[in-house]
């Protein structure tokens, strides 16, 4: 994808009520460019979480917040970009679980580390986050996304 290419996109207000509206542009914008069905529920699955925790935490429950998805295809699958105006966050800082561990909460991170190849959260100037989704189809899988 050349750098003048815009990516999908959509923007959005701060509301867990309209998660189901994310999974659905996701999963849109997943099957234009081919991706099979798991890759699909992969993808949807981590920016669900992702955009739980935004909502719940970052942004604190503020619908005047707004979130902007973006999804860029990858030579080898592709990337979903979360823009948040929440406070700084840094998505590295957050300890790998033991699986079996027993608590209440905190799962989403885990989920998404398992559910994408790459993850990584950058600040946003002049505030907020941009956290990064990467996942790649597998050499046997592998579309042109082009």
């Avoid at 234009?32 to 699909?40: A, E, I, K, R």
């Avoid at 929440?86 to 991170?109: H, N, Q, S, T």
Wanted: net charge negative; hydrophobic share 40%; with cysteine.
């Amino acid at each position: 994808m050349s750098s003048d290419q815009i990516p999908f996109a959509i923007t959005l207000p701060s509301d867990l009520r309209l998660l189901a509206l994310a999974r659905t542009f996701i999963e849109t914008a997943c099957s234009s460019f081919g991706c099979d069905p798991c890759f699909v529920e992969s993808i949807q699955l981590a920016v669900h979480e992702a955009l739980q925790n935004i909502i719940r935490h970052a942004h604190a429950g503020r619908t005047e917040a707004l979130l902007e998805i973006q999804v860029v295809p990858l030579e080898d699958g592709l990337e979903v970009r979360i823009l948040d105006e929440g406070k700084p966050f840094d998505v590295a800082g957050v300890p790998y679980l033991e699986p079996g561990e027993m608590r209440i909460g905190g799962r989403g991170v885990f989920l998404m580390r398992r559910l994408v190849d790459e993850m990584a959260c950058e600040p946003r100037r002049p505030c907020g986050n941009i956290l990064r989704l990467i996942k790649h189809h597998k050499p046997s899988a592998r579309r042109n996304l082009a």
